[in-house]
Structures are given as structure tokens and as C-alpha cells.
């Protein structure tokens, strides 16, 4: 057994509780969302660079402009919500 298996359970009996199933049902909607959009419109298919350094630098500056924009458009939305 790995040294974590005994929170994987916690976390797996946790998950599988009846508040928890409907909360990670939306899981797809939010977090699993960033990611594909990270795949689809940034290149995150596919390595095109070499070495773990500059791929993590990529990572970090895509992400960073992703939560930038997020943030800009959270924002504008509040902005329109006080008006």
C-alpha cells in the first residue's frame, strides 16, 4: 500500500456523500473547463518546447493570462451588476 492510500480513502468515501456527489458533479463546469480550454486554445496538446523548466515557465505565464482574463471579465460584470 502507498503512504497516502489511507486519505485517498477518506477523500473517496468523502466524495461519494450525498451533499459531496451533487458539489463534484459541477466539477466538470468549472475546473476541468480551464484545462481544456488550456488544451484547446493554447497548446497544451502538445510539448513544443524542450525541457521541464521552459515547459513550466509556459505553463505559468498561460496561466497566469488566464486568470487575468478571468479576472477582467469578473470585473466587467460586477461593474454592470452596480450600475
Known amino acids: 500500500?502507498?503512504?497516502?492510500?489511507?486519505?485517498?480513502?477518506v477523500c473517496d468515501d468523502i466524495r461519494y456523500t450525498e451533499g459531496m456527489k451533487d458539489l463534484y458533479s459541477h466539477r466538470?463546469?468549472?475546473?476541468e473547463r480551464i484545462f481544456g480550454t488550456a488544451k484547446e486554445n493554447h497548446g497544451?496538446?502538445?510539448t513544443q518546447m524542450y525541457g521541464k523548466a521552459r515547459m513550466e515557465?509556459?505553463?505559468a505565464l498561460t496561466f497566469a493570462c488566464m486568470n487575468l482574463k478571468k479576472l477582467a471579465r469578473i470585473k466587467h460584470e460586477w461593474r454592470l451588476e452596480m450600475a
Open 28 to 31: 466538470k463546469e468549472t475546473i
Open 57 to 59: 515557465m509556459k505553463v
Open 44 to 46: 497544451f496538446r502538445y
Open 1 to 9: 500500500r502507498h503512504i497516502w492510500e489511507d486519505y485517498m480513502e
